[in-house]
């Protein structure tokens, strides 16, 4: 608890694409490699996911559910090498407070397991045996119930599952690795197989991101200093594109920074004498010793303990490897 204290508690559930965001990194941080996602009108409904990870024990269930009882973090020094998604231990809890959250896990391969019912605040969570696959369903239905105040601040259908869909993209593409589908009102959206290697990988890029994106795109995977930098960008001719197709990964972990992003405007402009808009999809590798993710618990940001060097890096790199493929349609 003491621990907790000096992680800034963040505001977890806005909106269903938040709680969906706190599900997925758990399924993630439980080590699953398929997950299956369930949503109905907007995921204010029902907002499901189900994943084959380690599952939770028994003994481990009503703490589960408890406010700062992470399982994840034990000392200061494991706050400072975090490599898990979630850490402040207390999404379950904050989302069971403001919607009807069920709970069936497993951690076993009989299929014998438990369910936790939680609803509302001040409800102590009901714990009935139940089958299950080993690993986990999370089912929350009626997103804010209880907080009609909250519910209606809640947009249209359509707008809360463009940001569920958004945030889904962004995992999907964070984690090639990861089987995914999903499914609105009953209808497969997305279904999408682990990819091994960089034709796979390619392929889901497809589903995900702009039509004619990889087509075009440069692949790039560059190494120096205990930094690797691997993915794809987009070449000029989809520079109309939208700033939202830009995409960056730091050790798995979408984020949005203003060092990265004036070093992949930089390197643009220098080669091609304008930096708008472009569209990638980038994966930054280093020793999560060097980088800081928890600066604010909801947003995308991170402190990288060299900032400079992780900046001529990504510069270095990118200019590289659009000067290169500038060289090469020049003597075409
Ligand atoms: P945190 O992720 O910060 O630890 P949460 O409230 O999100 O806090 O989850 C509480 C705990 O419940 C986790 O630490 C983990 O032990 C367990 N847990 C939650 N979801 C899953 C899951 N899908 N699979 C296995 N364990 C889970
Ligand atoms: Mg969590």
Redesign the pocket.
């Known amino acids: 608890p003491r621990l907790a204290n000096q992680i800034a508690a963040g505001e977890v559930v806005e909106r269903p694409a938040s709680v969906l965001k ?1 599900l997925l990194e ?2 993630l ?2 080590g699953a490699n398929e997950l299956e996602i369930e949503l109905e009108a907007g995921g204010i409904k029902l907002l499901k996911v189900r ?1 084959n ?4 024990d028994e003994d ?1 269930l009503p703490l ?1 559910l408890a406010r700062h ?4 973090i034990y000392t200061l020094d494991d706050l400072e090498g975090v490599a898990t998604l ?8 904050s989302i069971s407070s403001v919607a009807r959250l069920e709970l069936v ?1 497993s951690v076993e391969d009989s299929g014998k397991g438990w369910r936790v019912v939680a609803e509302g605040r001040d409800m102590t969570p009901r714990v009935s045996p139940a089958p299950h696959p080993r690993g ?1 369903s ?1 089912i929350v239905r009626d997103l804010f119930f209880n907080t009609p105040a909250r519910r209606k601040f809640l947009r249209t259908e359509r707008t809360e599952y463009g940001h569920l869909e958004g945030l889904f993209r962004r995992l999907a593409l964070s984690r090639p690795d990861v089987a995914f589908t999903l499914k609105h009102n009953s209808k497969v959206v997305h279904r999408l197989r682990p990819a091994v290697d960089q034709a796979s990988q390619e392929q889901r890029l497809k589903q995900l991101m702009p039509s004619g994106f990889i087509d075009s795109a440069l692949y790039l995977d560059m190494e120096a200093t205990g930094l690797r930098l691997w993915g794809w960008v987009g070449l000029p001719n989809q520079a109309r594109a939208q700033a939202d197709q830009q995409y960056f990964f730091v050790n798995g972990r979408s984020i949005r920074d203003r060092l990265v992003a004036h070093a992949i405007r930089q390197a643009y402009q220098d080669v091609l004498f304008h930096g708008r808009h472009p569209v990638f999809v980038l994966h930054l590798e280093l020793d999560p010793h060097v980088v800081d993710v928890n600066v604010h618990p909801t947003k995308h940001e991170v402190r990288f303990r060299d900032g400079r060097l992780v900046h001529d890096f990504l510069f270095r790199s990118l200019h590289r490897a659009l000067a290169d493929t500038r060289a090469g349609q020049e003597s075409n």
């Not at 009882?69 to 994840?72: F, G, M």
């Not at 979630?86 to 809890?93: C, K, Q, S, T, V």
């Open positions: 706190e758990n399924s941080d439980a994943d990870g380690r599952g939770i481990d589960a009882a992470t399982s994840k979630g850490f402040r231990g207390e999404a379950l809890a896990t986990t999370v």
